[in-house]
T-cell receptor, first 117, second 112 residues
Framework: DVKVTQSSRYLVKRTGEKVFLECVQDMDHENMFWYRQDPGLGLRLIYFSYDVKMKEKGDIPEGYSVSREKKERFSLILESASTNQTSMYLC????????????????FGPGTRLTVL | GENVEQHPSTLSVQEGDSAVIKCTYSDSASNYFPWYKQELGKRPQLIIDIRSNVGEKKDQRIAVTLNKTAKHFSLHITETQPEDSAVYFCAAKGTGFQKLVFGTGTRLLVSP
């Protein structure tokens, strides 16, 4: 059973703080993703990674960076948090193209609701 | 890049009725179309998906249809039940990296 966990369910930070959101998956998935979810806007991709130390920009990367030092862990970093980054952040993972089974299904973590004051 | 539009944004039905949610996509090279269900306070979970070499797929009360020519796909839920109440997201994936582009979501409310 795939398990994707995120370090915090709720987080409150102040404007200008550096914020780290951590995501860990235990199924040896190659691909990992960070989304933000806002009412009426759906899920928007911030960054994704298809291998250790590899990263690709998604649709809304501005103000964010990521780190993938180990296959199971993908971190999202807000360099200087701003109020417009208040949102629900969802991490997901999926098997790579060479994987077996439902190679394209993305498995989501429980989400981190971040509030920036 | 890919753009996915989803309609309606909200849908209210009576228990036992059918519900249909429609999505259109822009990239004709897209080849994978999943649907995710997100119950209140929970994570999105895949409920059904379809690949571009298939026109229709069914799983019990849920079905998805794909029209590649018109570049649209739809989710059909028959005999709706209150536990079907949730937000449903469609998505599309092009070739290459496993990057999904999601629609904006449909809030389905099934009244007893």
């Amino acid at each position: 059973d795939v398990k994707v966990t995120q370090s915090s369910r709720y987080l409150v930070k102040r404007t200008g703080e550096k914020v780290f959101l951590e995501c860990v998956q235990d199924m040896d998935h190659e691909n990992m993703f960070w989304y933000r979810q806002d009412p009426g806007l759906g899920l928007r991709l911030i960054y994704f990674s298809y291998d250790v130390k590899m990263k690709e920009k998604g649709d809304i990367p501005e103000g964010y960076s990521v780190s993938r030092e180990k296959k199971e862990r993908f971190s999202l970093i807000l360099e200087s948090a701003s109020t417009n980054q208040t949102s629900m952040y969802l991490c997901a993972s999926s098997l790579g193209l060479a994987g077996r089974g439902a190679a394209n299904e993305q498995f989501f973590g429980p989400g981190t609701r971040l509030t920036v004051l | 890049g890919e753009n996915v539009e989803q309609h309606p944004s909200t849908l209210s039905v009576q228990e036992g009725d059918s519900a249909v949610i429609k999505c259109t996509y822009s990239d004709s090279a897209s080849n994978y179309f999943p649907w995710y269900k997100q119950e209140l306070g929970k994570r999105p979970q895949l409920i059904i998906d379809i690949r571009s070499n298939v026109g229709e797929k069914k799983d019990q009360r849920i079905a998805v249809t794909l029209n590649k020519t018109a570049k649209h796909f739809s989710l059909h839920i028959t005999e709706t039940q209150p536990e079907d109440s949730a937000v449903y997201f469609c998505a599309a994936k092009g070739t290459g990296f496993q990057k999904l582009v999601f629609g904006t979501g449909t809030r389905l409310l099934v009244s007893p």
